[in-house]
């Protein structure tokens, strides 16, 4: 069995080796607090002195950072892992960072004959523990084959991306949405509150209706946007406008700032000049493409395996 090796032993880190060591695998770890490594050391660990030491004594280096800064110096800095990885050996990045030095990092481990792959986690410190989390994985296929079981002990949902930085891109793009819906959520709780309602009848409302089965939401994208396709409408665009305008018009008479449902107005109200009123309300999808730049589109799609792939809950 392939020994492993695990640098970061914090809230997500701790977790996720402890289910890598339940799991079977002889490890090597490393932390800057060496009480971290304490429980892995009573399950038969082994404590390294640098990174670069974990990475010469494994087949396989994990690290689980807060940020690039930390990355970028424990991957290639002095004592780094790229010191003391071996020719085949395969470094996995968890963190949560920026694909751009993921993809800089890469070509200097591919040049010692070694492996990167990028791989950060949604699912927050009990994830971590219970091995209830999202791995997106960006990197060669071939060694994510390889690397998959490793990463199944620790996460429920372990998905491949694409090259590497894909799972750093997917990671960022996931977290995006998730705020920018919570944003959405906080308004619209707000808003009902102060205009009378109750939270707890105004929740399950809420959980009741079609936005409470947010399948339904990820399948309409799935079947609109990715197909290109907007005609016919499940939800025209015209009704859509109607009714975020009837809710930011109950703002303004209640005084709740809504700042997300305001530009969500006015995005709409830009789908309406172009007469897009009768098309479905995804339609506004293409303002985004055309000011980006870019088309969403997928081939082949299954509408409900679609739309599983967008969450809502962002977690570190």
């Known amino acids: 069995m392939e020994t492993v090796g695990f640098?970061?032993?914090?809230?997500?880190?701790g977790g996720m080796s402890a289910n890598i060591q339940r799991a079977g695998y002889p490890m090597v770890v490393y932390d800057l607090?060496?009480?971290a490594a304490k429980p892995l050391l009573e399950g038969g660990a082994r404590l390294a002195n640098s990174p670069a030491e974990v990475?010469?004594?494994?087949?396989?280096?994990?690290?689980?950072?807060?940020?690039?800064?930390?990355?970028?110096?424990?991957s290639t800095g002095p004592e780094?892992?790229?010191?003391?990885?071996?020719?085949?050996?395969?470094?996995?990045?968890?963190?949560?960072?920026?694909?751009?030095?993921?993809?800089?990092?890469?070509?200097?481990?591919?040049?010692?004959?070694c492996h990167?792959?990028?791989?950060?986690?949604?699912?927050?410190?009990?994830?971590?523990?219970?091995?209830?989390?999202?791995?997106?994985?960006g990197g060669e296929r071939e060694i994510f084959d390889r690397v998959k079981p490793i990463l199944d002990s620790f996460g429920d949902k372990v998905f491949y991306a694409g090259?590497?930085?894909?799972?750093s891109v997917a990671k960022l793009v996931h977290n995006m949405i998730g705020h920018g819906v919570r944003q959405a959520i906080a308004e619209g709780l707000t808003l009902g509150v102060k205009a009378g309602v109750e939270a707890e009848?105004?929740?399950?409302?809420?959980?009741?209706?079609?936005l409470g089965r947010m399948s339904g939401l990820h399948e309409g994208i799935a079947r609109t946007v990715f197909t290109g396709e907007f005609d016919p409408p499940n939800f025209a665009l015209e009704l859509s406008r109607k009714d975020i305008g009837l809710a930011t018009d109950l703002g303004r008479e209640f005084n709740v700032p809504m700042p997300v449902a305001n530009l969500v107005e006015?995005?709409?109200?830009?789908?309406?000049?172009?007469?897009?009123?009768?098309r479905d309300s995804s339609v506004t999808f293409l303002l985004q493409e055309e000011q980006a730049g870019v088309e969403v589109r997928a081939t082949g799609v299954d509408p409900v395996k679609a739309g599983r792939f967008i969450t809502t809950h962002p977690e570190v």
């Open 80 to 113: 780094g892992v790229l010191e003391g990885m071996k020719p085949g050996g395969i470094y996995i990045d968890l963190s949560t960072s920026r694909p751009t030095l993921i993809r800089e990092i890469e070509p200097k481990f591919r040049q010692k004959g």
């Open 55 to 74: 990475a010469s004594l494994c087949d396989i280096t994990l690290t689980s950072l807060p940020g690039p800064k930390e990355v970028e110096s424990v």
């Open 201 to 210: 009848a105004l929740w399950e409302c809420i959980r009741r209706g079609s």
């Open 163 to 167: 090259s590497i930085g894909a799972g």
């Open 116 to 137: 990167v792959l990028d791989a950060p986690v949604s699912g927050g410190k009990s994830g971590a523990a219970s091995g209830n989390l999202a791995v997106m994985v």
């Open 33 to 35: 607090r060496e009480e």
């Open 7 to 13: 640098i970061g032993l914090g809230n997500m880190g």
């Open 266 to 278: 006015q995005i709409a109200i830009q789908g309406m000049n172009r007469g897009w009123g009768g």
